[in-house]
């Protein structure tokens, strides 16, 4: 029984498109540019995992600044509302901080 290139094809698609990223790493979002977050996000890449950072627009003049940290993602924003979570990609994350 020949077998059918077409049921193969489609079900690649429905497990590529169902499939959140490809990058297997758990994903953590943190929100705030203080110490306690900038040394979370240092322990959190430390464990090979994705960070998306929210930070204000603004930096803070005290502390570490949190932007300079490499392999991180950041996103500005003045408010943590629907859209910010979204575009963090809050729903497929692991965990949130929410910090100061």
Same mark, same amino acid.
Request: a positive charge; one cysteine or more.
């Given at each position: 029984? *020949?077998?059918?290139?077409?049921?193969? &094809?489609?079900? %690649?698609? =429905?497990?590529? &498109?169902?499939? *959140?990223?490809?990058? *297997?790493?758990?994903?953590?979002?943190?929100?705030?540019?203080?110490?306690?977050?900038?040394?979370? =996000?240092?322990?959190?890449?430390?464990?090979?995992? &994705? =960070?998306?950072? #929210?930070?204000? *627009?603004?930096? &803070?003049? @005290?502390?570490? @600044?949190? %932007?300079? #940290? %490499?392999?991180?993602?950041?996103? %500005?924003?003045?408010?943590?509302?629907?859209?910010?979570?979204?575009?963090?990609?809050? @729903?497929?994350?692991?965990?949130?901080?929410?910090?100061?």
């Amino acid at each position: 029984m *020949p077998a059918d290139p077409w049921r193969y &094809r489609a079900r %690649r698609v =429905v497990t590529t &498109r169902l499939r *959140p990223s490809a990058d *297997p790493r758990p994903h953590y979002v943190v929100c705030g540019q203080d110490s306690l977050a900038y040394y979370l =996000v240092q322990e959190l890449l430390a464990a090979s995992a &994705r =960070v998306t950072v #929210i930070v204000p *627009p603004n930096p &803070r003049s @005290e502390g570490p @600044e949190i %932007r300079t #940290i %490499r392999g991180i993602r950041i996103i %500005r924003a003045n408010r943590l509302d629907e859209t910010t979570f979204q575009a963090a990609g809050l @729903e497929s994350a692991r965990g949130l901080a929410l910090m100061h």
